[in-house]
C-alpha cells in the first residue's frame, strides 16, 4: 500500500531556497544555521532575501524560519 502523499509531508519541513524547495528533517533554527547548512564556513559576500525581503547581516541569527519560507541567496563572484 502506498504512502498518500499527505504524510509524506508532515515528515519534513520545506523551504524553497533559490526557487529549489528543499526537505529538511528539523528545520534550521534561524537564518544564520540555514546559512551555515547551506554555505559552510562563508559569511562575506552573501546577500540574502526572505519572502522577497532583503535581509541584513545584523539580524540573520534573530531571523526565525518558517515551513515553506522562501529564501534567495545570492552570493558574489569575481570577475568581469
Same mark, same amino acid.
Do not use: C
Given at each position: 500500500?502506498? !504512502?498518500?502523499? $499527505?504524510?509524506?509531508?508532515?515528515?519534513?519541513?520545506?523551504?524553497?531556497?533559490?526557487?529549489?524547495?528543499k526537505?529538511? #528533517? $528539523?528545520?534550521?533554527?534561524?537564518l544564520?544555521?540555514?546559512?551555515?547548512?547551506?554555505?559552510?564556513?562563508?559569511?562575506?559576500g !552573501?546577500? $540574502?532575501?526572505?519572502?522577497?525581503? !532583503?535581509?541584513p547581516?545584523?539580524?540573520?541569527?534573530? =531571523?526565525?524560519?518558517?515551513?515553506? #519560507?522562501?529564501?534567495?541567496?545570492?552570493?558574489? =563572484?569575481?570577475?568581469?
Open positions: 500500500m502506498a !504512502i498518500p502523499k $499527505v504524510y509524506l509531508k508532515l515528515l519534513g519541513m520545506e523551504l524553497i531556497i533559490n526557487h529549489t524547495r526537505t529538511f #528533517d $528539523v528545520l534550521p533554527a534561524n544564520e544555521a540555514l546559512l551555515a547548512i547551506e554555505l559552510p564556513g562563508k559569511k562575506k !552573501i546577500a $540574502v532575501a526572505l519572502n522577497n525581503r !532583503i535581509i547581516l545584523s539580524v540573520w541569527a534573530e =531571523t526565525i524560519l518558517n515551513n515553506n #519560507d522562501s529564501v534567495l541567496i545570492i552570493t558574489a =563572484t569575481q570577475g568581469g
